[in-house]
C-alpha cells in the first residue's frame, strides 16, 4: 500500500463519518498546499461533505481570505499556535456551512528553519463550530515531501477524531 493509498483511506473513512452525521468541511492549508483538500476531493462523493479549501501560503492570503491579523502573525509568525487557531477561526467563519475545519502551518524545508522554528515542525489546528480549537504542535523528519505528507497524515486524523466528536454532541 502506498503512502497515499494511505491517506485516500483517512479521507474515505472522514466522509463516512461525516455523511452518516450529515456534516461539512472546510479546510486552510499553508505548509500542505491544498493536499489535504486533495486527498479529501479524491473521494468520490465528497462534494456533500467537502464545502471547500482555502490554500493560504503567504501572510497576506491568511489575512485577506481568513482575517488573520497583521500583528498576530507579526507577534508569533504564521508558524504558531496563535495562527492556526486564527485560522481554524476565520476558515469556519468564511465557510458559513461548515461545521468542521483543519489547519496547517509549518516549515516544509529544506530552508525556512530557525533554531524556533526548525525544519519539520508544523501547527496544525481543529475546530467544531462553536468549540475552541484543538491546537497541536508536531515535529517530523525526513525532506519537504515527506513533512508534508506527514502533516496531512495528521490532520486527516485529527478531522476524523473531531467529526466523531461532533456526531456525540
Known sequence: MTPDRDLYDLAERLGA??????????????????WIAKMITDVAGSSSWFDRGFVTYSNAAKQELLGV?????????????????AMASGALAATPGADLTAVTSGVAG????????PVGLVWIAWARRGHPAVVRCVRFDGDRESVRRESVRVALEGLIDEAERLTEG
Request: with cysteine.
Open 17 to 34: 463519518v461525516l455523511v452518516a452525521s450529515g456534516r461539512r468541511l472546510t479546510v486552510a492549508e499553508s505548509c500542505t498546499g491544498g
Open 69 to 85: 491579523p497583521a500583528t498576530l502573525l507579526q507577534e508569533h509568525g504564521a508558524v504558531s499556535a496563535a495562527a492556526v487557531e
Open 110 to 117: 529544506p530552508g525556512g528553519g530557525t533554531p524556533d522554528k
